[in-house]
Antibody, heavy 126, light 110 residues
Framework: QLQLQESGPGLVKPSETLPLNCTVSGGSVSSSSYYWGWIRQPPGKGLEWIGT???????YYNPSLKSRLTISVDSSKNQFALKLSSVTAADTAVYYC??????????????????WGQGTLVTVSS | QSVLAQPPSVSEAPRQRVTISCSGSSSNIGNNAVNWYQQLPEKAPKLLIYYDDLLSSGVSDRFSGSKSGTSASLAISGLQSEDEADYYC???????????FGTGTKVTVL
């Protein structure tokens, strides 16, 4: 049974880089069965997809964050990571990592996140 | 900048039925399966429905999903106080080449 856990600093200064890791247990980040993703939720607001990575390194980024975003996989630690540069107060949010499943049967394509990590609050402030 | 539109809130009495709508476009709901997530207060989202109408493991069969064209719906029957939560629809978007969430709907049990 897959389990994910986010880790990283709870406070980041404006203009600096936000680094987060997601440790996967019960499965391998090198598996071709899954994709790995990041989602965030500003306080009191809705969910925003940040980006997704496949085991082979293929990445999919939210266009609104693409210029500041790097997502990578570290097979040796069974982790995947997020780095968001030049952060501002608008990047303050709970950040979640999650497993993305993708399938296509009879021409019907589906993608869903399950399970999710518990989330970690990152505040951008000086 | 959610591209999937949901009503901000719905409310109903216990044991009644509520339906939450999710409106998208041909690049997302119209061409990809829809999923629904439940987020209880101060908790991480949890998958409820995937691939339009499949119930996630362990989820009560009081929840059901459907889709028609570029719109989808989540129905909750036999409403219970424990169903008070935020609900989000979501799907892959071919134009964005990424995942999009709905604006979210808060369900209140009167």
């Amino acid at each position: 049974q897959l389990q994910l856990q986010e880790s990283g600093p709870g406070l980041v200064k404006p203009s600096e880089t936000l680094p987060l890791n997601c440790t996967v247990s019960g499965g391998s980040v090198s598996s071709s069965s899954y994709y790995w993703g990041w989602i965030r939720q500003p306080p009191g607001k809705g969910l925003e997809w940040i980006g997704t990575i496949y085991y082979n390194g293929n990445t999919y980024y939210n266009p609104s964050l693409k210029s500041r975003l790097t997502i990578s996989v570290d097979s040796s630690k069974n982790q995947f990571a997020l780095k968001l540069s030049s952060v501002t107060a608008a990047d303050t949010a709970v950040y979640y990592c999650a497993t993305l499943h993708r399938t296509a049967v009879g021409g019907k394509v589906g993608s869903w996140f399950d399970p999710w990590g518990q989330g970690t609050l990152v505040t951008v402030s000086s | 900048q959610s591209v999937l539109a949901q009503p901000p809130s719905v409310s109903e009495a216990p044991r009644q039925r509520v339906t939450i709508s999710c409106s998208g476009s041909s690049s997302n709901i119209g061409n990809n399966a829809v999923n629904w997530y439940q987020q209880l207060p101060e908790k991480a989202p949890k998958l409820l429905i995937y691939y339009d109408d499949l119930l996630s493991s362990g989820v009560s069969d009081r929840f059901s999903g459907s889709k028609s064209g570029t719109s989808a719906s989540l129905a909750i029957s036999g409403l219970q106080s424990e169903d008070e939560a935020d609900y989000y629809c979501a799907a892959w978007d071919d134009s964005l080449n990424g995942y999009v969430f709905g604006t979210g709907t808060k369900v209140t049990v009167l």
